[in-house]
């Protein structure tokens, strides 16, 4: 399960030598710092960007331009922009009318129901993915998907508990 | 497992990046503990599950490490947020949070700590296991639980089933036992 596509470690190279070899040559010819070590880069690149780390590496590196453009346009916009704070200004905007009470109001019990069902999809749903990969390869077959749709009719039963109890239903 | 064992003065880089989200695991627990606001126990509870998922990763446990995301960073933070919007109004420093057991609880958490270190440095000692990707994807473990594991499968939707019409009996007052 590579998370963007790419083959994993140790298996076929995805992309051609040439394209990699012509690749190393153009950052060579542009005088990188990293320029002779481009020497031996035809299997270097794909093990380093492609393989399961270097993938999850591509991932945080995603994750932290997002956080930095994010983090950049907020504290540039706060340097940008005066700031004369009053009151009045610093009151919870709420569709124009003035907040009444606290912001933290104590809600129905019967709302942790819909809590905890989501924790029981969520619980389901998880099996679902390993089952999903495997049922129809050799060895498993129908047993597999009789074990999974006992696993199913168990929860299946909790929710007609929760249907005949009128839990579901919007009073 | 492997019995050549290489020198730990030389990390790799997965070592350090392993130690690093280890270690904001446990700080963040230990905040979750010592926070005077439950909401913000319930927030350092995520940097904590989340860390963990990060060191699952790195130890190439794929799909455990996204079981972490969904379930413990997803639903049982959902679940324990509903509980103190459910249980406490208004919410904010709730100085009754300490309890004259810290003294007593310190003890147990260190005791709890101590057994388990000792119990996985005498089963593995100095046995290394290689990183090798591929062994903790969804396919490995789903051969896993449906050739040798489908008892526990099972009877995990006998415990969710029970642990739902509980949560249905306790959160509707009109249900009574008789």
Not at chain 1, 9 to 20: H, K, L, Q
Not at chain 1, 65 to 81: M, N, P, T
Not at chain 1, 147 to 155: D, K, P, R, Y
Not at chain 2, 51 to 75: D, H, K, P, R, S
Request: aromatic residues 12%; proline residues 4%.
């Amino acid at each position: 399960m590579s998370p963007i596509g790419v083959s994993d470690e140790g298996s076929a190279p995805s992309v051609p030598n040439a394209i990699v070899r012509r690749r190393a040559l153009a950052h060579r010819q542009a005088g990188g710092p990293e320029a002779a070590g481009y020497r031996n880069a035809g299997r270097g690149y794909d093990r380093d960007m492609g393989g399961y780390f270097g993938s999850y590496a591509l991932v945080v590196a995603l994750f932290a331009i997002g956080v930095a453009i994010v983090a950049g346009a907020l504290s540039g916009s706060r340097l940008l922009r005066p700031s004369r704070p009053t009151a009045e200004k610093l009151t919870t905007y709420e569709c124009g009318v003035d907040p009444v009470g606290e912001g933290w109001a104590q809600s129905q019990v019967r709302y942790y129901v819909f809590t905890y069902l989501y924790v029981v999809f969520a619980v389901d749903a998880v099996f679902l993915f390993p089952w999903a990969t495997v049922f129809a390869a050799p060895g498993f077959g129908m047993t597999t998907l009789v074990e999974m749709f006992l696993f199913l009719g168990f929860i299946a039963l909790g929710i007609v508990y929760a249907w005949r109890k009128r839990v579901l239903s919007w009073t | 497992m492997n019995e050549a064992v290489p020198s730990y003065l030389s990390p790799t880089g997965q070592e350090i990046v392993f130690l690093l989200l280890g270690a904001v695991a446990v700080g963040s627990a230990l905040l979750v503990v010592t926070t005077k606001q439950l909401v913000h126990a319930a927030l350092w509870l995520v940097v904590s599950f989340g860390a963990l998922a990060g060191c699952y990763l790195v130890l190439t446990a794929e799909f455990v490490a996204w079981v972490q995301v969904l379930i413990y960073v997803g639903a049982v933070v959902a679940l324990l947020l509903f509980g103190i919007m459910l249980t406490r109004a208004p919410i904010g420093r709730s100085p009754g949070l300490d309890s004259g057991n810290r003294v007593v609880a310190a003890i147990v958490a260190v005791a709890t700590a101590a057994v388990l270190v000792t119990v996985v440095i005498d089963g593995f000692r100095t046995a290394y296991a290689d990183l090798t990707p591929g062994r903790g994807t969804a396919g490995e473990l789903g051969s896993s639980i449906f050739r040798n594991w489908v008892l526990p499968f099972e009877a995990l939707s006998v415990l969710l089933l029970a642990a739902l019409v509980g949560a249905i009996v306790l959160s509707r007052t009109d249900i009574r036992g008789r």
